[in-house]
């Protein structure tokens, strides 16, 4: 009976450690993705910035018509936006 109850004791001591292992890695993989969406975050913030002020010195520098002035924007802001896919996949 003593036995009995020591290799019961093992095995729930086993499958506790196996459990803890598990969340830890879990933990560790859910820190790894807040930071690729926190770095795509701001990949994507830096994108919107650079879009709006080309577009305030491409309309002052009279270079183009507005639309493509604000073509030019949409270009940059997709090209933000594909960083951000490529940090985060």
Do not use: F
Request: proline share 0%; glycine share 8%.
């Amino acid at each position: 009976m003593v036995e009995s109850r020591s290799g019961l004791w093992k095995r729930t001591g086993a499958a506790l450690v196996a459990a803890g292992l598990l969340a830890l890695s879990g933990a560790a993989s859910a820190t790894n993705q807040s930071q690729q969406r926190q770095q795509g975050r701001n990949a994507n913030q830096a994108a919107k910035q650079e879009a709006r002020a080309g577009k305030v010195d491409c309309r002052a520098a009279n270079q183009k018509s507005n639309s493509q002035c604000r073509q030019d924007k949409r270009n940059t802001k997709q090209e933000g936006r594909q960083q951000k896919r490529d940090i985060k996949y």
